[in-house]
């Protein structure tokens, strides 16, 4: 694994990022689970509660599966983790997209986590209804007015997109609204996603990205001048928490420097 400081470059508004590669998804998993104990575990012992917010996507998805796994599973207090989504695809809760049913097959459903504290966004619902009514439960979580997630969780699309913050449309530019609705024509699908207001006020962000077909993105993204029509994930950006990427070989392929080698 190499650290790298960096994220900041040719855009000093961009806060400082800390950039981990891993030789293989599994290694990344690992360390991402063992992210989420310390942060669950950091935030129980603090506030009685841990909040996160869970993404979909393959790569988290092996991460789900690495914290259902009996190492991992007893480490953590679930009877005080709460889950949010920081996206979703506007399917009803069975449907084979839909993140939550991904969640819920990969970990919520092996831990022994009260189903009162899994709050998924309602992707079968009207979607600017869901969005408003998400945003309101999101409010009554916390009633300070600032959606301090003690961890986020997000990957990264091959078109530079997170959670559902997609290229070209409205939701990365966001400024007021925690929750939007938003019809994306490059998936033909209406989304649910959380906005960078709610995402950048969270304790920690990981972003999660494996994989070569996510290479050429990456080095744009983490290498590149600011774009965040183009380049969505570049909004992600903790206004006062920490930003990091866990990124496989195959995805670093083409960083500049140091940050393309794990050990
Ligand atoms: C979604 C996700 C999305 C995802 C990325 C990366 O609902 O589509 O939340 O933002 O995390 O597309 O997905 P992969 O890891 O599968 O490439």
Redesign the pocket.
Same mark, same amino acid.
Not at 86 to 89: A, I, N, Q
Not at 161 to 164: I, N, W
Not at 208 to 211: D, I, Q, R, T
């Given at each position: 694994m190499t650290g790298g400081g960096g994220g900041g470059g040719a855009a000093p508004s961009r806060p400082a990022a800390e950039v981990l590669t891993f030789s293989s998804l599994a290694a990344l998993a690992d360390a991402a689970a063992e992210r989420f104990i310390a942060a669950a575990t950091t935030a129980v012992a603090a506030r009685g509660r841990f909040t996160v917010a869970l =993404? %979909? %996507? =393959?790569?988290? $998805?092996a991460l789900y599966t690495r914290l259902a796994s009996p190492g991992c599973a007893s480490r953590i207090d679930w009877a005080r983790v709460h889950v949010f989504w %920081? +996206?979703?695809?506007c399917v009803p809760p069975d449907h084979a997209s839909s993140?939550f049913r991904m969640a819920r097959e990969a970990l919520l459903d092996r831990v022994p986590l009260p189903a009162a504290q899994v709050h998924r966004m309602r992707g079968e619902d009207d979607p600017p209804a869901a969005a408003a009514s998400y945003e309101r439960a999101l409010r009554e979580t916390f009633p300070e007015g600032v959606a301090r997630f003690d961890l986020v969780l #997000?990957?990264? %699309? +091959?078109n530079g997109?997170?959670?559902?913050l997609f290229p070209g449309l409205s939701a990365v530019r966001e400024t007021a609204r925690w929750v939007v609705a938003e019809h994306v024509d490059e998936v033909g699908m209406w989304?649910l996603t959380l906005t960078p207001p709610a995402l950048n006020s969270a304790a920690a962000v990981l972003l #999660?990205?494996?994989?070569r077909d $996510?290479a050429a993105m990456l080095a744009q993204v983490l290498d590149g001048p600011r774009d965040l029509d183009r380049l969505p994930v570049q909004a992600v950006a903790p206004v006062d928490g920490t930003l990091t990427w866990l990124i496989d070989d195959a995805a670093a392929a083409n960083l500049a420097g140091e940050r393309r080698r794990s050990s």
């Open positions: =993404s %979909g %996507g =393959s790569t988290p $998805k %920081g +996206d979703e695809r993140n #997000l990957g990264m %699309g +091959d997109h997170t959670a559902s989304r #999660l990205v494996a994989g $996510k």
